[in-house]
């Protein structure tokens, strides 16, 4: 007779949780391997383009292009930590310092960012010049609050549930 046993067997077990340092690894390691997201890059003037692609288990990873002007709102990954990995062109990334004023960052070809869970940012294309990036989020996203900023206070507007990358603003 088999004792009953509580254990998960490894394939039920859920995925661990990826750290920071390892989403961003697994950003540059994709964008080190173009020839396994260069052929799906688009670029949608109507709406800002994304696909999926392969990641570790338990991890969401995205492609994403950015035309000029396209970006998000302000807004955090609820659990999710996320990194992402600039792989065409520029994008600023804009965070609130601790007195609310939006600090802005110029990520370019080759820079990784990381995001702790719950963090703040926006991220936009300000330049002329199409940009492409790669991002990785883990626990997988299941939620993102968005805020504005109106006389120095950030102020949380709404929360989506979600499976999907950031939406641009008004969307
Ligand atoms: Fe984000």
């Known amino acids: ?16 949780t990826l750290s920071l340092a390892a989403l961003a690894a697994v950003t540059r390691d994709l964008a080190d ?9 688009r670029f949608d003037r109507g709406e800002r383009w994304w696909t999926r ?15 000029r002007s396209q970006g998000t709102e302000l807004h955090d990954h609820g659990e999710s930590g996320a990194a992402f990995t ?6 600023t990334e804009t965070r609130p310092d601790p ?8 990520l370019r070809v080759g820079q990784a960012q990381t995001v702790e869970p719950g963090a ?10 199409p ?10 996203l299941e939620r993102m609050t968005y805020y ?5 206070r950030i102020t949380a507007t709404h929360t989506v549930l979600t499976h999907e990358p950031e939406q641009e603003p008004g969307r």
């Open 33 to 41: 391997r173009p020839d396994l997201w260069r052929r799906l890059v």
């Open 53 to 67: 692609l392969e990641g570790p288990p338990g991890t969401d990873v995205w492609l994403l292009s950015w035309l």
């Open 1 to 16: 007779m088999t004792p009953a046993t509580t254990t998960l067997s490894p394939s039920l077990a859920p995925p661990a």
């Open 131 to 140: 940009a492409v990036s790669i991002h990785a989020y883990s626990p997988r």
């Open 120 to 129: 703040i940012h926006d991220v936009v294309n300000d330049h002329a010049e």
């Open 148 to 152: 504005t900023r109106a006389a120095g």
């Open 99 to 106: 007195q609310g004023r939006l600090v802005p960052l110029k």
């Open 86 to 91: 600039v792989v065409v062109g520029t994008l």
